[in-house]
């Protein structure tokens, strides 16, 4: 039962959070930042955060640094959160290096600075975190920083697009329908957006609808433009709203005949997607719950192993328990990221399917 798991979980934490356990602290903070059992609170995840990462914890570190960039609970504060990232990142943590040089790029700190971006992006790049993968790409693409180099880029978007990266799937079917750097494949395009708009992602929505509203690589088919446009300007993509106003004018033109009959139709298939997008969000849910209770498991092992200082009834009870007890964690910790694993082989061909037509071949 999750909700009794989080019960657990909290009154773990509590007690070991309050002896000062670096890792349950951080743990809380997670669950307040997320609602996972209990109500969402960005500033009391904060507080946790703060805590552990005071102690050189570096995943709270990043934590709390992502609160401060974002103003979640505390105030936006660029200087300080850079601070916590280059804590974290000097501690070797992926995603923490990777929002280093993101601050780099975007200047948050005073001019943009593509050298120190790209460095800190190899740096993550080499601990396999996707968002720099796909951020290399991106500055090659764009020639910042470095001279353009497509080959390069999509070397990178690959690389990205392989770890699940929505936005580097989404380059990728750009490059393959404009030629950018590749011969024009319009069944490949179509192939990486629709693992991208599987993730929900906007801009490849679009592009989708745009693909079928011009017959890129097929005929066209103005009711899958139109259920693609709704999609991707349900989500604010400026260009699926210009579109989709655009296709509805052009439909509208006339006797208002042929837009009965594709709005009848889009309507269909606007059905079928929703349903695929919300068991996508399902099964994104349940991984995440899935790998939570993996950490929660695999923190106990740490505590075991270093007990916190103190005598709380918390400490005696884990300390006492052993190896026997330790090993027992461990087994739990890999059954729960076995079954997040089996989820994912569903998420994937969900992510890969078109539900609405046949089936787009496999770039």
């Known amino acids: 039962d999750v909700a009794q798991d989080y019960v657990q979980a909290l009154i773990s934490y509590r007690q070991s959070a309050d002896q000062g356990f670096a890792p349950a602290q951080n743990q809380l903070g997670v669950m307040y930042e997320h609602g996972y059992g209990v109500p969402m609170d960005y500033a009391r995840a904060a507080g946790y955060y703060r805590m552990a990462a005071e102690q050189g914890y570096s995943r709270a570190q990043y934590n709390l640094a992502m609160l401060l960039e974002n103003g979640r609970g505390v105030r936006r504060d ?43 992006y190899h740096r993550a790049a080499g601990h396999s975190n996707a968002l720099a993968e796909n951020q290399l790409g991106f500055l090659a693409q764009k020639g910042w920083g470095e001279p353009e180099d497509d080959i390069e880029a999509l070397s990178w978007y ?50 989708i609808g745009w693909m079928y509203e011009h017959g890129l690589g097929m005929a066209p088919d103005y009711a899958q433009a139109l259920s693609w446009y709704r999609l991707s300007a349900e989500q604010g993509d400026k260009n699926g709203i210009n579109n989709l106003q655009a296709l509805t004018a052009k439909l509208k033109a006339g006797d208002g005949s042929q837009w009965i009959a594709v709005n009848a139709a889009a309507k269909e298939q606007a059905e079928a997607q929703a349903e695929r997008t919300q068991r996508i969000k399902d099964l994104h849910k349940r991984i995440a719950e899935l790998e939570f209770d993996a950490q929660q498991e695999e923190n106990l092992v740490a505590q075991m192993e270093h007990p916190a200082k103190g005598s709380g009834t918390g400490a005696a009870v884990l300390n006492t328990l052993g190896t026997f007890g330790s090993m027992q964690f461990r087994l739990e910790a890999e059954k729960y990221r076995a079954q997040a694993a089996s989820l994912r082989v569903e998420l994937a061909q969900l992510e890969t399917q078109n539900p609405i037509t046949a089936s787009v071949p496999e770039p």
């Open 78 to 120: 660029y200087p300080q959160a850079f601070n916590w990232f280059r804590k974290a990142a000097d501690q070797n943590e992926p995603d923490a290096e990777e929002e280093v040089g993101f601050m780099y790029q975007c200047g948050f700190l005073g001019s943009r600075d593509y050298a120190h971006a790209l460095e800190w």
């Open 158 to 207: 690959m690389k990205a697009a392989e770890q699940g990266d929505p936005n580097a799937q989404s380059n990728i079917g750009y490059m393959y329908q404009n030629g950018v750097g590749v011969a024009p494949d319009y069944p490949k395009a179509m192939a990486w957006y629709q693992k991208a708009a599987g993730q929900g992602h906007a801009i490849a929505e679009n592009q």
